[in-house]
């Protein structure tokens, strides 16, 4: 069964200091991997989008690897700021023919307090 | 702002009824997909849309449908509503298939139904 799962589900950080926040996936055939920012009652925004051959990329303070073999991701933040508190989603897209979906991870909740 | 623009923004009404969420996509772009994230929720994927022809069908109920329009515009017309239909629905759109194009969300429409 295609599935993403995300942890920690939730976490609480101090502004300033860094975090790591993990996605696992069974997704086949894989296509690509997303990471998503979404903000309270907000529509989510798309940080970075990875492909089978690409390991690590960046977005700012935002940086994502991919471990292809282990059907692994992070997304690493650095120096966090206020403004980081949201919830980041983990989204695996599986391209089978004809058949292309989209499968979401129920996110990580980030709270930067001051 | 991302360029998917999506109205009402707030619906309240009552279970049985009816209402109609509008979606006009980004310039240019030919896909629009419809989500459901209820409280505390994932999104679930509802229904897509490329140039006017049902792409990809989610866990959309049959009181639910869904429509693009010549204009590339699309509406999302809830029946017979019911209390676990309160959720907030969003619609994105991509320029090209699902797991190439990137894709863009719109505010949101926040349906309660009381």
């Known amino acids: 069964k295609n599935q993403v799962e995300q942890s920690p589900q939730s976490l609480i950080i101090l502004e300033g200091k860094n975090c790591t926040l993990q996605?696992?996936?069974?997704?086949?055939?894989?296509?690509?991997l997303r990471w998503y920012k979404q903000d309270t009652g907000r529509g989510p925004v798309s940080l970075t989008i990875?492909?089978?051959s690409e390991n690590t990329k960046s977005n700012g303070r935002y940086t994502a690897t991919l471990d292809a073999d282990t059907k692994q991701s992070s997304l690493h933040i650095t120096a966090s700021q206020l403004s980081d508190s949201a919830s980041y989603i983990c989204v695996v897209s599986s391209n089978a023919g004809n058949n292309r979906k989209l499968i979401w991870g129920l996110g990580t909740s980030l709270a930067v307090n001051p | 702002d991302s360029g998917v623009t999506q109205t009402p923004k707030h619906l309240i009404t009552a279970t049985g009824q009816r209402v109609t969420l509008r979606c006009s996509p980004r310039s240019g772009d030919l896909s629009v997909y419809w989500y459901q994230q209820s409280l505390d929720q994932g999104l679930q994927f509802l229904i897509q849309y490329y140039n006017g022809e049902e792409r990809a069908k989610g866990n959309i109920l049959e009181r639910f449908s869904a429509q693009q329009f010549p204009d590339l515009h699309s509406e999302l017309n809830l029946s017979s509503l019911e209390l676990g239909d309160s959720a907030l629905y969003f619609c994105?759109?991509?320029?090209?298939?699902?797991?190439?194009?990137?894709?863009?969300f719109g505010e949101g429409s926040r349906l309660t139904v009381l």
């Open positions: 994105a759109s991509s320029s090209i298939g699902l797991d190439t194009g990137e894709l863009f």
């Open positions: 990875m492909t089978f």
């Open positions: 996605c696992n996936y069974t997704v086949s055939p894989f296509s690509n």
